[in-house]
């Protein structure tokens, strides 16, 4: 049995959290804390995929703007080219994917339909119920 | 697989900072650096800490305006998990995961030897899988 993206959006349900492009980076800081998660989607409307924001943005972001990253909008911080998977792609896929992009989350699109987001962590977790499962049957 | 194994491919090199170096230092050198996390120490050796991203993005939310000069100590996490060369790669995913951290300081004898991530862990188990693939695409072509 291949693991697809499709069994971690099974488990980790059909969500993903936004922030929108006009919001400080503190608020964007905020909402991290408060959802205790790395990255978010960013969208001016709720459903297009503007962009990704992520906790390394904002340590880059300190390192080249100092002070001054406190006055910047998410928009001018966020990756605007997004790397994205669809539910069909494997886990090994985007393991690959993740390790050459040296990227943690990864939006998931359906056909044009943005349907969740998945982290590195969801994939070590992935592997790791695969393995249990697998070690089960042996 | 072990943890000395991803070691023994990435070496043993460790990034540290002092508890009394400030934010904007920290994120300097992970920028420079390229990577994610850094172990504080005050002497080089003793693990007094260690600081990521993470700490430096709910930093922001905590201290707004105030960041760039909070020292590393006020951030960092002191209460370290750490790993040992002898820890199986499964091991070292289980308490990733279970303690949502992305960074183990590996340790030998109390001797920090190292430091691994999650990105190593998925390069590592990668490489395994390909390995795997490979083995039974060889099989596959013996029994023809």
Do not use: W
């Not at chain 1, 939006?107 to 992935?126: F, R, T």
């Not at chain 2, 091991?91 to 590996?106: A, C, S």
């Amino acid at each position: 049995m291949v693991m697809t993206v499709a069994n971690i959006l099974k488990v980790k349900g059909l969500v993903y959290k936004t922030v929108r492009p006009d919001e400080t980076v503190v608020e964007f800081a905020q909402h991290l804390k408060d959802e205790r998660i790395g990255a978010m989607i960013v969208t001016h409307d709720g459903s297009a995929l503007d962009g990704i924001i992520s906790e390394r943005d904002i340590a880059i972001g300190l390192a080249k703007h100092a002070e001054k990253l406190l006055g910047m909008k998410v928009s001018e911080l966020m990756t605007k080219v997004v790397v994205v998977c669809s539910p069909e792609d494997s886990i090994d896929d985007i393991m690959n994917i993740m390790t050459q992009r040296r990227i943690r989350h990864l939006p998931v699109k359906d056909g044009d339909k943005l349907v969740g987001i998945v982290s590195i962590g969801d994939v070590v977790k992935a592997h790791l119920t695969g393995r249990l499962m697998s070690a089960r049957i042996v | 697989m072990k943890v000395a194994d991803i070691l023994k491919a990435k070496g043993s090199a460790v990034t540290t900072v002092r508890p009394d170096e400030t934010a904007l230092e920290l994120s300097e050198k992970l920028r420079a650096e390229r990577i994610g996390a850094a172990i504080v120490s005050a002497d080089g050796t003793t693990v007094d800490g260690i600081i990521s991203e993470r700490d430096l993005a709910y930093g922001l939310a905590a201290h707004a305006s105030r960041l760039p000069t909070v020292l590393v100590d006020r951030l960092m996490t002191k209460v370290v998990v750490v790993c040992s060369p002898n820890d199986s790669i499964n091991d070292v995913m289980g308490v990733m995961t279970r303690e949502r951290i992305r960074h183990l300081p590996v340790k030998s004898d109390g001797d920090l030897v190292g430091i691994i991530s999650i990105g190593d862990v998925l390069k590592h188990r990668l490489s395994e899988v390909q390995l795997e693939a490979d083995v039974l695409r060889d099989y596959a072509r013996i029994q023809r």
